[in-house]
T-cell receptor, first 108, second 114 residues
Framework: AQRVTQPEKLLSVFKGAPVELKCNYS??????LFWYVQYSRQRLQLLLR??SRESIKGFTADLNKGETSFHLKKPFAQEEDSAMYYC??????????FGTGTLLAVQP | DTEVTQTPKHLVMGMTNKKSLKCEQH?????MYWYKQKAKKPPELMFV???????INESVPSRFSPECPNSSLLNLHLHALQPEDSALYLC?????????????FGQGTRLTVV
């Protein structure tokens, strides 16, 4: 079975502080993992995918197969980073499921 | 064109009505999805179409009936819904090529069942 766990419903940090949004997954095969972001009143959009190992808007995420984790990190949070962040897993047959989401609030 | 377009944006329907939600993409994606999203909750997968064939039905009640008339269009037919079906319905599409399987989402249709 596929499962994605995001343990924090809300993460509140001050501007300039480091951010880490946690994501753990359960999947028996080789998963594809993504981070999606939903800004207020905007559509859900892709932030990162594990396979490309890129940095977008200062965010990075590394797949750790041993710990079955895909945590999202940013060294210095900005106010415009405030949004809902979803970790997602795509297994076989195009089944794409989402974790429960973490609301990131960056305080000035 | 890199967008997924959903119509209508808002829909109010009675419990005896029949209505349809529409979704369109012109990115050549061969996988298309329907999700249901309640307030402050994550998107919940309903259906997946791959190459215009239904590949996943997440035990969705039969009052929701998906249809994929061609590779660019996805419909969700609604009949005899309940008030608890009120939600944001999201359509998404993706390629079916390893390394490029991220899903692109529409803005959604906000459905209210009265």
């Amino acid at each position: 079975a596929q499962r994605v766990t995001q343990p924090e419903k809300l993460l509140s940090v001050f501007k300039g502080a480091p951010v880490e949004l946690k994501c753990n997954y359960s999947y028996s095969g080789s998963p594809e993992l993504f981070w999606y972001v939903q800004y207020s009143r905007q559509r859900l959009q892709l932030l990162l995918r594990h396979i490309s190992r890129e940095s977008i808007k200062g965010f990075t995420a590394d797949l750790n197969k041993g710990e079955t984790s895909f945590h999202l990190k940013k060294p210095f949070a900005q106010e415009e980073d405030s949004a809902m962040y979803y970790c997602a897993l795509r297994g076989a047959t195009n089944k794409l499921i989402f974790g429960t989401g973490t609301l990131l609030a960056v305080q000035p | 064109d890199t967008e997924v377009t959903q119509t209508p944006k808002h829909l109010v329907m009675g419990m005896t009505n029949k209505k349809s939600l529409k979704c369109e993409q012109h990115m050549g994606h061969r996988a298309m999805y329907w999700y249901k999203q309640k307030a402050k909750k994550p998107p919940e997968l309903m259906f997946v179409y791959s190459y215009e064939k239904l590949s996943i039905n997440e035990s969705v009640p039969s009052r929701f009936s998906p249809e994929c008339p061609n590779s660019s269009l996805l419909n969700l037919h609604l009949h005899a819904l309940q008030p608890e079906d009120s939600a944001l319905y999201l359509c998404a599409s993706s390629q079916d090529r390893t390394g490029y399987t991220e899903a692109f989402f529409g803005q959604g249709t906000r459905l209210t069942v009265v």
